[in-house]
């Protein structure tokens, strides 16, 4: 086994609440920044830009998010199988298999740009733009689609460097890289006049540092991951796709949650209704950020000791874990209630239809985040445990079936309230899921 991995900062040391809340934390903080400045994208096209290409970021954001589900389906598949062989001591079979994902990443990631290139006005109509929507979503889309390389990357990397027991680098890398994107927000939208296309720049700009220094990093060998010339593991392609499913399956939920949304509101309200479900999904994705950054965290320490064998270690954490979701959970749901309505007005200044919307909305919409954390847990669990199966069940039905379904339903029952109550609606069945799935698996794993 590595003497780095079991060193006093490595993910094979004793963990207490304190130790594992400074691990996570990087890659906490690094998600919630990364959110951040996509929000910031966000913020500077609704102020100095208008509603509608805020909208229209929204309406190209499934391609994105198809982007963000492959690759994260790679990272976190493969992070669970590499940080379980490192558990093992099988270090050379884990550099390889690293090697080997990077380098389908970087295959898949060009075959993308060529198809979205290929089908470029077909896919924008698809999504759902209008003749008002299209020409903002055409110059967003144009600029960004050749940056998905390093997009896709970007993700891969960040995961990986909680598997390499750096997260604290990869924290400093997305930091670096949301200060570029804000900064070139404001040069390219405001003294350039560039538009929507300056924000698009601008987020792109920011994936070329972790992208590139990702791959400078594992080509040094300076850390416990390095580049190796891979074998071509098929099977363990198929493990990590298996395995990451449950991650690639939330992001193209995502996807669809927001296709959904943007026709349901363009039916019910128009422009308008598309530019406040859109304020609604930025402080969502902020706030539930903070889970996905910590389940992140946590995930290669659950899969260290799943290969070591420590079960009292694995049941320490569980615990910790659980109260320090419920505590999160609890603290983000009364913040969003009641300061929700300054979060919108952020995007929208108050007594502006945009505005009116979305502040009632966002106090129905906040009961989901008492809910959201265990779910996401719950899922990151099973995937850091290998067990991709159980992870994709509950990450499949809590997207695909609970939400989709709900705001399929509820807005021809309830009007626009249903949109609002789908996703607590939705997170609520997927609690009950995971509840039962974490207590039918507690002996075999062992968390309990």
């Known amino acids: 086994m590595s003497d780095y991995l079991t060193a006093e900062k490595g993910i094979g040391r004793e963990f207490h609440l304190g130790s594992l809340l400074r691990f996570a934390l990087p890659t906490m903080i690094m998600m919630v920044f990364t959110a951040l400045y996509v929000i910031v994208d966000g913020i500077f096209v609704a102020r100095f830009v208008n509603s509608n290409a805020l ?55 060009i075959i993308s740009v060529i198809l979205c290139l290929i089908f470029f006005d077909n896919i924008i109509g698809v999504l759902g733009a209008n003749e008002v929507l299209y020409p903002y979503c055409r110059d967003y889309f144009m600029v960004f689609v050749f940056f998905i390389p390093t997009y896709m990357l970007q993700m891969l990397f960040q995961t990986m460097f909680i598997a390499n027991g750096t997260p604290g680098l990869g924290m400093i890398l997305t930091v670096l890289a949301g200060l570029i994107n804000m900064v070139f927000d404001y040069v390219f939208i405001v003294p350039c006049g560039m538009g929507i296309a300056g924000a698009a720049w601008a987020t792109a700009l920011g994936t070329l540092v972790p992208s590139l220094f990702g791959l400078a990093y594992f080509a040094s060998k300076r850390g416990a991951l390095r580049f190796r010339k891979p074998d071509l593991n098929w099977l363990m392609l198929g493990h990590t796709c298996l395995n990451g499913s449950s991650e690639m399956v939330s992001n193209l939920a995502y996807g669809l949650i927001t296709y959904l949304y943007n026709i349901t509101m363009m039916r019910l309200i128009g422009e308008d209704g598309v530019s406040a479900i859109t304020i609604i999904q930025y402080a969502e994705f902020l706030m539930s950020s903070l889970f996905f950054g910590f389940a992140m965290g946590v995930a290669p320490v659950f899969s260290f000791n799943y290969g070591s064998g420590n079960r009292p270690q694995t049941k320490r954490i569980f615990k910790i874990c659980l109260g320090a979701i419920a505590g999160v959970s609890l603290f983000i749901f009364l913040m969003a209630e009641i300061f929700g309505s300054y979060v919108v007005g952020i995007f929208a200044p108050p007594g502006t239809h945009v505005y009116d919307i979305a502040a009632s909305g966002f106090k129905i ?54 949109i609002w109550l789908a996703v607590p609606i939705g997170e609520f069945l997927a609690f009950t899921l995971s509840f039962i799935m974490i207590i039918r698996k507690k002996e075999e794993y062992g968390y309990l």
Do not use: Y
């Open 55 to 109: 909208a229209a970021i929204n309406i190209v954001a499934p391609v994105f998010s198809l982007a963000m589900a492959v690759s994260i389906m790679l990272a976190s598949g493969s992070s669970a199988i590499i940080a379980r062989q490192m558990g093992e001591g099988n270090t050379v079979l884990a550099h390889k298999n690293f090697t080997f994902i990077t380098s389908i990443t970087i295959i898949i990631s």
């Open 365 to 418: 919409f906040s009961f989901c985040f008492l809910l959201v954390g265990s779910n996401v847990f719950a899922s990151a669990l099973f995937t850091a445990l290998n067990n991709g199966k159980i992870s994709a069940i509950i990450s499949f039905l809590r997207t695909f079936i609970f939400i989709s379904a709900a705001i399929l339903i509820l807005p021809n029952i309830i009007g626009v309230t249903g």
